[in-house]
């Protein structure tokens, strides 16, 4: 039975590690040298985790396997996902009715953070995974720019004054 619960500081290494290396081989990663991808990208999810406004919701099979996560911001009324992960075998994994069991783990992951897929929001890391998944949540906008501004939703208002 998968229980969903706000990420604990044990669990800090799980996300930052799970986070940095799926994302690595994302197009979208940016220009970062491989030899120099931990030491950067650890840094700056750290940062993320730590900005006020931010949660990380984890997936756990009791009492303690973690197996998935979300990390966003749903304090303005444009939700940002900063990052949504499923280890490979439970992204892949079969149900009974043919479908992969990874959607409905993200689907639980986003409730659990407060954000309807169904509803706009804006996501700041994009994969494979997330394209593969954007018929799911046609009204989701990749917006980085909401990674790279702790004031993000501030930083907007200006820009349009």
Known sequence: MTVYRAASVDDRRFV??????SYKNSHFAGLIASEDWPAIMHRQIAKLLDRPGTRTIVAVDPPSFLYAFICGDTTYDLPIVHYCYVKGPYRSEEQPDGSRS??????????????DPARPFLYTCRTASSAQLADKIPLARFTPGAARYANYHQHQEQRTR
């Not at 930052?16 to 290396?21: E, H, K, L, T």
């Not at 409905?104 to 986003?110: F, I, K, N, S």
């Open 16 to 21: 930052i590690g799970a986070w940095a290396s």
């Open 102 to 115: 990874g959607p409905r783990y993200a689907r639980g992951l986003l409730a659990a953070l407060g954000v």
